[in-house]
Structure formats: structure tokens, C-alpha cells
Nanobody, 132 residues
């Protein structure tokens, strides 16, 4: 069974920074499209960022200029660096691997819940809280 393991999130003050990581012992990220999603309480699952197998990045408008996605092939790890955090960034963040479709289609997908069919593998989710 493939497991994606996300780092522990945490609580940060508004304006602060936090970096999430995602790794797996069972699945090789090299060659795979990767994604980060956020599920906020009472809201839909929002795509935050993707990084393609060849390193092309995508960001939701709400996080552009503040978040950075990166991948370390040697460590089989994907990162999401989050800066200038605000209350709207709070939620459960999910790492996802191995896109089911082209990323352009995934970018347009709207879903109520995360851990949906857009990617084949999902992390367990990690909580990020932002306090004012």
C-alpha cells in the first residue's frame, strides 16, 4: 500500500511562515505530477499548488507570491513553503501524487472533498492553524 507521509503542520501567527513536506517509502515521486490541497472547515477542497514531473509549478491565485512548491528527487520529498500566512490559509493540507489526468484538467477540477480521484495517492492530511 502506498503511503504519503506529510510533516506535522502547526500553529503560526498571521504573517508567519511554515514549510510542509511530503515523502513516501513506497512510491517514487520522480516522474510523477504532485499536488498540494487544502480543506478548510465547511469549504470545498481547494487546490493550492502543483508541480509537474518536469518541474513546472502552478499556484492558486490566493497563494501566488507567498507559497513555493519544490521537489527534491534525491530525498523523494515534495515541499510547500508558505509565507505571509493569513487566516484564509488555515485548514488541513493534503499532499497528492501521481495525477490521474493532465494537470490542466486537474487545475480546473472542483471538488467538495480532498482525497478525490484527481490523484492516485494522498497523504493523511496535516493541520495548519493561523492565529491573528
Amino acid at each position: 500500500e502506498v503511503q504519503l507521509v506529510e510533516s506535522v503542520g502547526g500553529s503560526v501567527q498571521a504573517g508567519g511562515s511554515l514549510t510542509l513536506s511530503c515523502t513516501s517509502s513506497e512510491f517514487t515521486f520522480d516522474g510523477s505530477d504532485m499536488g498540494w490541497y487544502r480543506q478548510s472547515f465547511g469549504d470545498n477542497c481547494d487546490l493550492v499548488s502543483t508541480v509537474s514531473s518536469d518541474g513546472v509549478t502552478y499556484y492558486a491565485d490566493s497563494v501566488k507570491g507567498r507559497f513555493t512548491v519544490s521537489r527534491d528527487t534525491a530525498k523523494n520529498t515534495v515541499y510547500l513553503q508558505m509565507n505571509s500566512l493569513n487566516a484564509d490559509d488555515a485548514g488541513v493540507y493534503y499532499c497528492a501524487a501521481d495525477g490521474s489526468w493532465e494537470l490542466t484538467a486537474i487545475h480546473d477540477l472542483r471538488s467538495t472533498f480532498c482525497q478525490n480521484g484527481a490523484f492516485d495517492y494522498w497523504g493523511q492530511g496535516t493541520q495548519v492553524n493561523v492565529s491573528s
